[in-house]
Every structure is written in C-alpha cells, then in structure tokens.
C-alpha cells in the first residue's frame, strides 16, 4: 500500500500545471509571520494530532514528499495544542523525541491509535507500549519528566496560538504562509501547494 502511494505522490507530483495558486484559495498568508527554527533552509512544518485521522492518512503522502523534497528545505513535526487531551499526545511526541525514537515510532503510534483502537488514557498506557518495543521503562519516565520536554510543549501550545489554525493537518512554510486540505482540496493538492510555496520562498531568497 505505501508503495502505491509512493508511486502516486510521484506521479501527481512530476505533474507540470500552468496555473498559479492564489493567497485567499489555495492558502493563507499570516498577518504576522511566525519565526522558523532552521536557519538558512526553507521550514516546512506540519501541524498534527495523533487522534486525527486526517493526520493518519496523509502521513504515508507526507512520507512519501520527504523522499522528494529539496536539500534547502527542512521539515518539522509540531503536535498541536488546543486542549488537555491534545496536551497529553504532544508530550507522548516528545517523549519520543527525547528517546530519539520519531523515527522508529511515530508512525506505529498512528497504527497503534487507527488501526488496532489503542486509546492511551493514562501515562502508564503509553510508558508500557513504548517499553513493548524494548526501550526501558526507566528511560521512557525520565524522559516524561524531562525539562526539554515541559518546555517544547509550551512552545507547542504558543504556536498553535500564532499560527492561528482551525484545524488539522496544517502547513505552515517558512512562517509566513499556511494551508491544509480544506484550501487546497485535497492532502495531494496540499502537497503541491507546499511545493508552489517552496518555490516561491527560493525565489525570495
């Protein structure tokens, strides 16, 4: 299935289309740009919750577009932070992180969720399923305690705020513009209005 995705994305993504996409449709330009965190590189960064199933199916595309994308663009995860609940699955993200473990489990955890109906209610649930994968128990609680991680999930909720988003999955590249689904169509057209906006910022640069 991933492959067939892959060889999807690839096609609609070699693709040449004449027209433009327009600020207003097909994406939103933020009345204040939000400082990015990769430097010289263009930022591409994806708004996401691990409960949202639109998150779930357009992670295989978006897997898929990393494959593609170009050297002078760095992607970023961010969990997005609307309320308690949401909070609790941006510390399991970057518990992940700070066990160096998004690689490995961030898509399992997708699965996990959609696929076999793990709910995760409590700390314990989630400390247990990541020690199922022969990480330390000790080492997943340190990591939940962790001052890193208290303050990454802050600054998850401020940006959630700044960015100003009704939804998700959202894109947001370079800090300055933003769209989903809902603007360009589709999670495909999603993904070529990221390259339209990647290209535009290169042409900036």
Known sequence: MKKILFVLFVAFSSFVFAQDYEAGI?????????????????EV???????????????????????????HVEFVRQPAVYSQRWLNEAIFYFVLEELDLVEKLHEPLFNAIHVQKKQF????????????????TGKVEKAF??????????????????????????????????????HAGSHIDMLKVIDFLIKKESKLE
């Open 45 to 71: 960064r994806e708004l996401f919750w691990y409960y949202c199933s639109h998150c779930y199916h357009l992670e295989p595309l978006m897997n898929a577009w990393l494959k593609t994308k170009p050297d």
């Open 26 to 42: 097909d994406y939103v330009v933020l009345d204040k740009p939000v400082k990015t965190t990769t430097g010289d590189k263009i």
């Open 121 to 136: 209610n409590s700390r314990q649930s989630f400390i247990d399923w990541v020690a199922s994968f022969g990480v330390e």
């Open 145 to 182: 305690n962790a001052f890193s991680v208290r303050i990454k999930v802050n600054k998850s909720k401020l940006n959630t705020l700044k960015y100003k988003i009704n939804g998700v999955p959202t894109v947001i590249v370079n800090g300055k513009y933003l769209t989903d689904a809902t």
